[in-house]
């Protein structure tokens, strides 16, 4: 028996990642799945494993919202012996024998990477000598997710002098208020070069409003657009000219935790901390790399 705390619906990253994990722990694989969906508030998730913790789950698996928090709810899973793994973002612990295992991305990197497909860019169009004005819809405030792209696009936008970011605010890795923050970001701003969109359905949204607003995106467009997860849409969005370039970030998480899972229950050892591989889909690639996508 397993229990999965799954942060909510708020993205199609999300519901690949919901698909993934429903779709690995059947009953014809052997298992039997308890599905939690928190709604986007860690307040739902701990009250989920402790109705885990109740119902004796042999494991408990827990996508969260945010990366604090953790620390009491996790000593009582640990106190009935149950194991705890970790899937996609991460948490953030005092003590680490909290969890047994965590998989997921490497969201710093896909930061760096943003920042040096950018780079790339702009030197092809012979725009490294611009001034360039950037600003970014952030994911949910103290998600791994928003952190590490955050904090990777801030460390590495320090190479380029010229490149200035005018505002961040969050979006909380919904279409809807993505275009919401990107109407008031339109308002504001009469200059805008770049828009960062941590993950592809705030990208959809400012779409949206950069279109409502009378104005252009994409690679024949005035504003360049940037974003994460790469799932199907987003390839769709770039072939029809709007977006120009989406970090890769994959859900495809069940068989992973399933990997886990088995390893444990042979009394093998498994590795505390797991990256996933991730590329970068341009949009000159989309049309190309579009049928190839699993989500
Ligand atoms: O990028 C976003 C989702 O934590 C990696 O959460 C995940 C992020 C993903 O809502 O679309």
Not at 41 to 70: C, H, M, S
Not at 216 to 229: A, E, L, M, N, Y
Not at 252 to 278: C, F, T
Request: glycine fraction near 8%; proline fraction near 3%.
């Amino acid at each position: 028996m397993v229990g999965f705390s799954q942060v909510g619906a708020e993205s199609d990253w999300r519901t690949a990642n919901t698909e993934s994990m429903k779709s690995t722990f059947t009953e014809a694989n052997g298992y039997k799945l308890i599905f939690d969906d928190a709604q986007q508030k860690q307040e739902n998730q701990l009250k989920a494993v402790r109705n885990f913790i109740q119902q004796d789950v042999d494991y408990i698996v827990i996508a969260p919202v945010t990366e604090t928090g953790w620390d009491t709810v996790l000593q009582e899973a640990k106190d009935a012996g149950i194991p705890v793994i970790i899937v996609d973002r991460m948490i953030d612990v005092s003590d680490d024998s909290l969890y047994t295992a965590w998989v997921g991305s490497n969201f710093l990197q896909e930061g760096y990477d943003a920042v040096a497909w950018l780079g790339d860019y702009l030197k092809k169009n012979n725009r490294s000598d611009d001034d360039i004005n950037i600003v970014t819809l952030q994911g949910t405030i103290g998600s791994s997710a928003q952190i590490g792209r955050t904090d990777g696009v801030e460390e590495k936008m320090k190479d380029y002098p010229k490149w200035k970011m005018l505002e961040r605010q969050t979006g909380e890795f919904t279409q809807a208020k993505g275009q919401e923050v990107m109407e008031s970001f339109l308002k504001t701003y009469q200059d805008i070069d770049v828009v960062i969109a941590e993950n592809d359905n705030m990208a959809f949204g400012a779409i949206d409003a950069i279109k409502a607003a009378g104005k252009t995106c994409g690679p024949k467009g005035d504003i360049i657009i940037i974003s994460f997860d790469a799932v199907a849409a987003a390839f769709d969005s770039m072939i029809a000219g709007d977006m120009n370039v989406s970090v890769e970030c994959n859900p495809l998480h069940g068989p992973r935790v399933a990997e886990i899972i088995q390893k444990l229950e042979k009394g093998e050892s498994v590795d505390k901390i797991a990256y996933v591989q991730e590329g970068v889909y341009p949009a000159d690639t989309a049309a190309q790399e579009k049928p190839k996508r699993a989500y």
